[in-house]
């Protein structure tokens, strides 16, 4: 690659950037502590339905 040649890396991922960074009123809002804890729990039932069967 050439220095004269711009490969468009960082052009190309800014608008990525700024697309997910809006804030879009609709959107559903779970807070990360919440997922955890699902997933926490979710998993402890799988161990405890695996141990059943």
Do not use: C, H, W
Request: proline share 2%.
């Amino acid at each position: 690659m050439s220095s004269g040649q711009n490969s468009g890396g960082l052009m190309s991922s800014a608008g990525l950037v700024r697309y997910f960074d809006a804030e879009d009123r609709n959107a559903v809002r779970i807070d990360p502590k919440t997922v955890v804890a699902f997933g926490v729990l979710f998993g402890v039932l799988v161990m405890l339905l695996r141990f059943m069967v």
